[in-house]
């Protein structure tokens, strides 16, 4: 929805002042995920991408493929409403994307967190450890 948005505005003002919360609980509703989750997310990335090259933002989002790529894998493997089956496919999808060949060639881990996901990575049959 900001992108669309943005996509028709002049000019942007930032401003300092945090006035908007996003607080994820443990509540059924924050486990309960849509079957097409990570394909969402994936194509989130891309579009966010886009938007900054059709733009001239010089933003780059490589910083952030870890933290969107373990998000969209580990929401998918704490979600209670997807059967194995489902999870496993979504899980299948996202470890086929070009965003994790682009993560896995160009990026670097910076953490044991993210050293341990970029091996499970590599090896897509490890992705059921998940």
């Known amino acids: 929805f ?3 948005v943005l996509e028709f ?4 003002v930032v401003g300092e002042n ?4 996003y607080i994820k609980g443990n509540s059924v509703l924050s486990k ?3 079957k ?7 194509r989130f990335y891309r579009e966010r991408e886009s938007f900054c090259q059709r733009h001239n933002i010089d933003y780059t989002l490589s910083s952030n493929r ?5 998000e969209a894998f580990s929401s998918i493997a704490r979600a209670t409403n997807l059967s194995k089956m489902e999870k496993r496919d979504a899980l299948d999808r996202i470890s086929r ?3 994790i060949s682009e993560y896995l060639f160009e990026d670097k881990a910076h953490s044991l967190r993210e050293y341990v996901f970029r091996f499970v990575l590599r090896f ?4 059921k450890l998940f």
């Open 2 to 4: 900001n992108l669309s």
């Open 9 to 12: 505005c002049r000019s942007i």
């Open 18 to 21: 945090v006035i908007y919360y």
């Open 32 to 34: 309960t995920i849509r």
């Open 36 to 42: 097409d989750y990570a394909d969402l997310q994936l």
């Open 66 to 70: 870890f933290a969107i790529l373990f």
């Open 97 to 99: 994307s070009d965003l």
């Open 124 to 127: 897509p049959f490890l992705n």
